[in-house]
């Protein structure tokens, strides 16, 4: 059993208008085996809570802790935290020209294990992993995401979920520009993780839709860099239905 815990988290950025404070002090643990969602309006400070988690250099945590199975989260690199076992599935997933898809993989896993996965089960491993996720297998060969549409680059995010194999994913917004199809096949894919791995997720979304496929067992609401409320599913079905005014009216009253 493994625990990600953020106590009190502040965050701010610099931005050409001064310091931005986004993060007011956000608490929540999430333990193996449990998927929490975040939802929130835009500029609520979903994803960068996702970034700060990541170790993203731009953003400046100003109070508060992460921790790893109670290991200081905010004293290690991206590296670092990649090999402890954190991973993010990003939001918009970068081009990387001239790094072909199996150089990449190969060379991340072994960077995250600190060994060099056996070459004849590793490349079984990865053609399965494509197979479930119909990524083509010509898709190897291609340099990291170039030339990807939004749902291949998405789902070759969750290739490499299901390969590296982390005690937590935060997956930023990952259904974001899929159609029904490919919203499906990546869902599967997050469960697959999550039940073979035994996975604590952290689902960030604006949408109810991804929840019919990925049933998270908490739900919170992000408003103006704070945990408006949180509870179980039924919360995800009141914001389907009835937006987020409540919240941001409580926010706007500074209650």
């Known amino acids: 059993m493994s625990t990600l815990e953020i106590k009190d988290l502040h965050v701010s950025i610099e931005t050409d208008q001064g310091t931005k404070h986004i993060l007011k002090g956000v608490s929540l643990t999430?333990?193996?085996?449990?998927?929490?969602?975040?939802?929130?309006?835009?500029?609520?400070?979903?994803?960068?809570l996702a970034s700060t988690i990541a170790g993203h250099p731009?953003?400046?945590v100003t109070k508060g802790e992460i921790l790893l199975d109670g290991e200081d989260v905010l004293e290690m690199g991206p590296d670092e935290r990649a090999q402890a076992g954190l991973f993010l599935a990003?939001?918009?997933?970068?081009?990387?020209?001239?790094?072909?898809?199996?150089?990449?993989?190969?060379?991340?896993?072994?960077a995250i294990d600190g060994e060099a996965p056996k070459l004849r089960t590793?490349?079984?491993?990865?053609?399965?992993?494509?197979?479930?996720?119909?990524?083509d297998a010509d898709f190897a060969n291609?340099?990291?995401?170039?030339?990807?549409?939004?749902?291949?680059?998405?789902?070759?995010?969750?290739?490499?979920?299901?390969?590296?194999?982390?005690?937590?994913?935060?997956?930023?917004e990952t259904d974001s520009g899929l159609d029904i199809d490919a919203l499906r096949v990546v869902s599967e894919g997050v469960n697959r993780a999550h039940e073979d791995n035994d996975m604590g997720t952290l689902l960030i979304t604006h949408y109810t839709r991804i929840l019919n496929y990925i049933k998270p067992s908490f739900v919170h609401v992000f408003v103006d860099g704070r945990v408006a409320e949180q509870g179980g599913p039924e919360l995800a079905d009141e914001l389907e239905a009835n937006g987020y005014d409540r919240f941001l009216a409580t926010a706007a009253a500074g209650v």
């Open 122 to 135: 590793w490349t079984k491993e990865v053609k399965q992993a494509m197979e479930k996720l119909r990524i």
């Open 90 to 110: 990003m939001q918009y997933p970068v081009e990387v020209p001239g790094v072909t898809m199996t150089n990449f993989l190969r060379t991340a896993k072994t």
């Open 142 to 172: 291609r340099n990291v995401n170039e030339g990807f549409s939004g749902g291949e680059k998405k789902r070759v995010e969750i290739l490499q979920l299901e390969l590296f194999k982390p005690k937590f994913a935060i997956l930023d």
């Open 58 to 60: 731009r953003y400046e």
């Open 30 to 48: 999430i333990s193996s085996g449990e998927i929490h969602a975040i939802m929130g309006p835009n500029g609520s400070g979903k994803s960068t």
